[in-house]
């Protein structure tokens, strides 16, 4: 294969990806005005139907201008030799490989996110605003892009640079040091993310005694799950939008309440979320999804170890001299597909997960706080109710409202 072929296949993936996106976005669109299936009609009254009909229209335009610009971008990008001019930028400044490679994807990121945040700003700002979520000040909004970029340069350089020093001494074998230095950062980071990065956005803390803290451990000692670890964290400081969250596992493990969770749920709700929560654990749905993911993550290390020296890879985006980071992004371009197919699968395993998490709940609970809980949550965040079948086959992890009520309450 040429070069100039493999040019033109990265083009097809990424207009190709673009369009069957496009088509589903437009498909779950058209259903926008679909009337609430009966099961659902008390989640909206027709004021806040129609609010949800604006919110959703509005942001499926949005979300069309936003992904054009990204992939025109992103093809004028390629089209026009943007990643030689970086590199050649880059090596400008060194001949070291690993500074290469850093400073070539600092300067790519940077970039990326200095264009985009103009999109994020304005669907903070001003869509969410409308629509009554924001919380989020200028000032946060800010600090917040701050330390993310911060903690991508610290944690992802540092990630970076390893596996390019790997590649230097192992050659194609770099994969298997790769794949043990991610596979340890992603324990460590799901055992203790709760402790060290989410405290640099939000502050957590200890569910206070009372009735409420009183139920949920009443619950957890009812299904013999040892629960010390309950915290409230202070999601209202950037949006009305509720979670809750299981982090950690051993010692480690906690459960996380937004503080809109708490205000918005009765008490009964609250603890029918938090037993679906105990269902993952119960389940150990968590341990599968981290071994799932590190396993994925070999077979992309070892597939990227196959065709990463290839020069043609650089070559097919305008770049003379090959390296690692030029390989790297062809190869990301290229396996899109592949991570396509696997998000798919891996959004599948999700939705079992999600109805397996529901059943315990039900099991050990009851449904209808669950049920209440899931319509409040969709209501006070003018949820989709009639999303299209394809669209939550390819893009949902969770099932949808209405098929997560029909078996909660026995009626698929």
Known sequence: MTPQSLFYIIIAIIIIDFIVDKILDALNARHFNDPIPGELADVYDST???????????????????????????????????????????????????????????????????????????????IEEKYGFNKTTKKTFLLDKLKGLAMTAIMGGGILALIVWFYQVAGDNFWWYAWILIAIFSVFMNMFYAKLIVPLFNKQTPLEEGSLRAKIEDYAKSVGFK?????????????????????????????????????????????????????????????????????????????????????????????????????????????????????????????????????????????????????????NTLSNLTPHKAYIFVHYSHPSLLQRYRNLMGRN
Request: hydrophobic content about 45%; cysteine-free; proline content about 2%.
């Open 48 to 126: 806040e139907y129609e609010k949800s009909q604006r919110y959703k229209k509005e942001r499926f335009r949005f979300g069309l201008l936003t992904s054009t610009f990204s992939v025109l971008l992103t093809l004028g990008f390629i089209i026009f030799d943007g990643f030689a001019l970086v590199d050649q930028f880059a090596r400008s400044f060194s001949d070291n490989s690993i500074l290469v490679a850093l400073i070539f994807f600092g300067v790519i990121m940077l970039g990326s996110d200095i264009l985009m945040t103009p999109f994020s700003w304005y669907s903070t700002f001003v």
């Open 227 to 379: 629960l010390d670890n309950i915290f409230v964290i202070d999601g209202s400081k950037r949006s009305t939008k509720a979670n809750a969250y299981f982090s950690g596992f051993g010692s480690e493990k906690r459960i996380t309440l937004y503080d809109t969770l708490v205000n918005d749920l009765e008490e009964e709700e609250i603890v029918a979320v938090l037993a679906h929560e105990v269902g993952h654990y119960k389940k150990n749905h968590i341990i599968v999804n981290l071994v799932v993911s590190i396993l994925t993550t070999g077979f992309t290390l070892w597939l990227l170890s196959l065709f990463v020296s290839n020069p043609i890879l650089s070559e097919a985006l305008g770049v003379a001299t090959p390296g690692f980071h030029i390989g790297l992004v062809a190869f990301g371009i290229l396996y899109s597909p592949i991570s396509e197919i696997t998000g798919l699968i891996m959004n599948y395993i999700s939705r079992k997960f999600e109805y397996q998490a529901d059943n315990y709940a039900k099991h050990t609970y009851n449904a209808e706080s669950l049920v209440s809980s899931l319509k409040k949550l969709s209501r």
